[in-house]
């Protein structure tokens, strides 16, 4: 199965809309790609707190119709990164869209962790409750996005619904990179799966990406890695492997401690 993140950069000095035509060119040049993945609120920037408001849209927004389109267009499944959503009672959610090779709307995740210590995100958004997955032909899809991957029973949650490869968009600041790799290897190890964490590129509100997108496999083996500016990162990944890792090294057996596990929302 072949997996493409596209590292975009945010520009404020760009045009929302031209950002959004941008992508949608770039998801159509991974034609022959099975999945497709982009950062967290790419077309606001996630630390542009003061434009939340005005770029939040519907569900059905023009992010979506883009983006539907160029996943179309491509024959791929889009994870569609994540947008500001403005819900039917007036809430903003961090809503996270994945798309199928028809343009239909497959999944859609409400961020659960919201990331600000009590200001920014955490307080001008609400909190999501679902954990998610996608189910693909060749994989089953856990999603999560930036500030969760810092949170390992939410990926417990979505290996237990079925999950063998958890995808994380991201708005990461560069200052804190190292947890950033780290993190995404601690969690395809714990969970013996595959981790697709793709970041941003660029400066959002004064605050530098850490950029580095990373693929890593269910052994914490980094198949890939991207740079800092603007790239996109494919790679290769077998569909059997983390089953086979799970037989091979059944730590997932011997678990003895945890919550019974969440509802889930699956497609």
């Given at each position: 199965m072949r997996a493409?993140?596209?590292?975009?950069?945010?520009?404020?000095?760009?045009?929302?809309?031209?950002?959004?035509?941008?992508?949608?060119?770039?998801?159509?040049?991974?034609?022959g790609s099975a999945l497709v993945v982009l950062p967290e609120l790419w077309t606001v920037g996630a630390f542009a707190y003061d434009s939340f408001e005005t770029e939040a849209e519907t569900l059905d927004g023009p992010t979506h119709r883009v983006m539907a389109e160029a996943a179309a267009d491509a024959g791929v499944w889009l994870h569609a990164g994540s947008v500001v959503e403005r819900a039917a009672d007036g809430r903003l959610f961090n809503t996270s869209?994945?798309?199928?090779?028809e343009g239909r709307l497959a999944?859609?995740?409400?961020?659960?962790h919201r990331f600000g210590f009590d200001k920014g995100e955490a307080v001008m958004m609400a909190a999501g409750e679902d954990l998610v997955t996608v189910r693909l032909p060749e994989a089953t899809l856990g999603l999560g996005t930036c500030y969760d991957l810092r949170f390992p029973e939410l990926f417990r949650g979505l290996v237990d619904a079925g999950a063998d490869?958890?995808?994380?968009?991201?708005?990461?600041?560069?200052?804190?990179?190292?947890h950033w790799t780290l993190l995404a290897q601690a969690r395809a190890v714990e969970n013996q799966a595959y981790v697709l964490a793709c970041g941003s590129a660029g400066t959002h509100a004064g605050v530098e990406q850490a950029g580095h997108s990373i693929v890593v496999d269910p052994?914490?083996?980094?198949?890939?890695?991207?740079?800092?500016?603007?790239?996109v990162l494919t790679v290769d990944l077998d569909p059997k492997r983390p089953a086979a890792t799970r037989e091979q090294f059944p730590a997932l057996k011997d678990r003895r401690?945890?919550?019974a596990p969440p509802a889930v929302r699956g497609s």
């Open positions: 493409s993140l596209i590292q975009i950069a945010v520009d404020r000095d760009e045009p929302v809309d031209s950002r959004r035509r941008r992508a949608a060119e770039l998801v159509r040049e991974q034609r869209l994945v798309l199928s090779p999944g859609v995740y409400r961020k659960i490869t958890l995808v994380v968009p991201a708005g990461w600041p560069e200052r804190r990179r190292a052994w914490g083996e980094v198949l890939a890695e991207a740079g800092v500016g603007e790239e401690l945890g919550l």
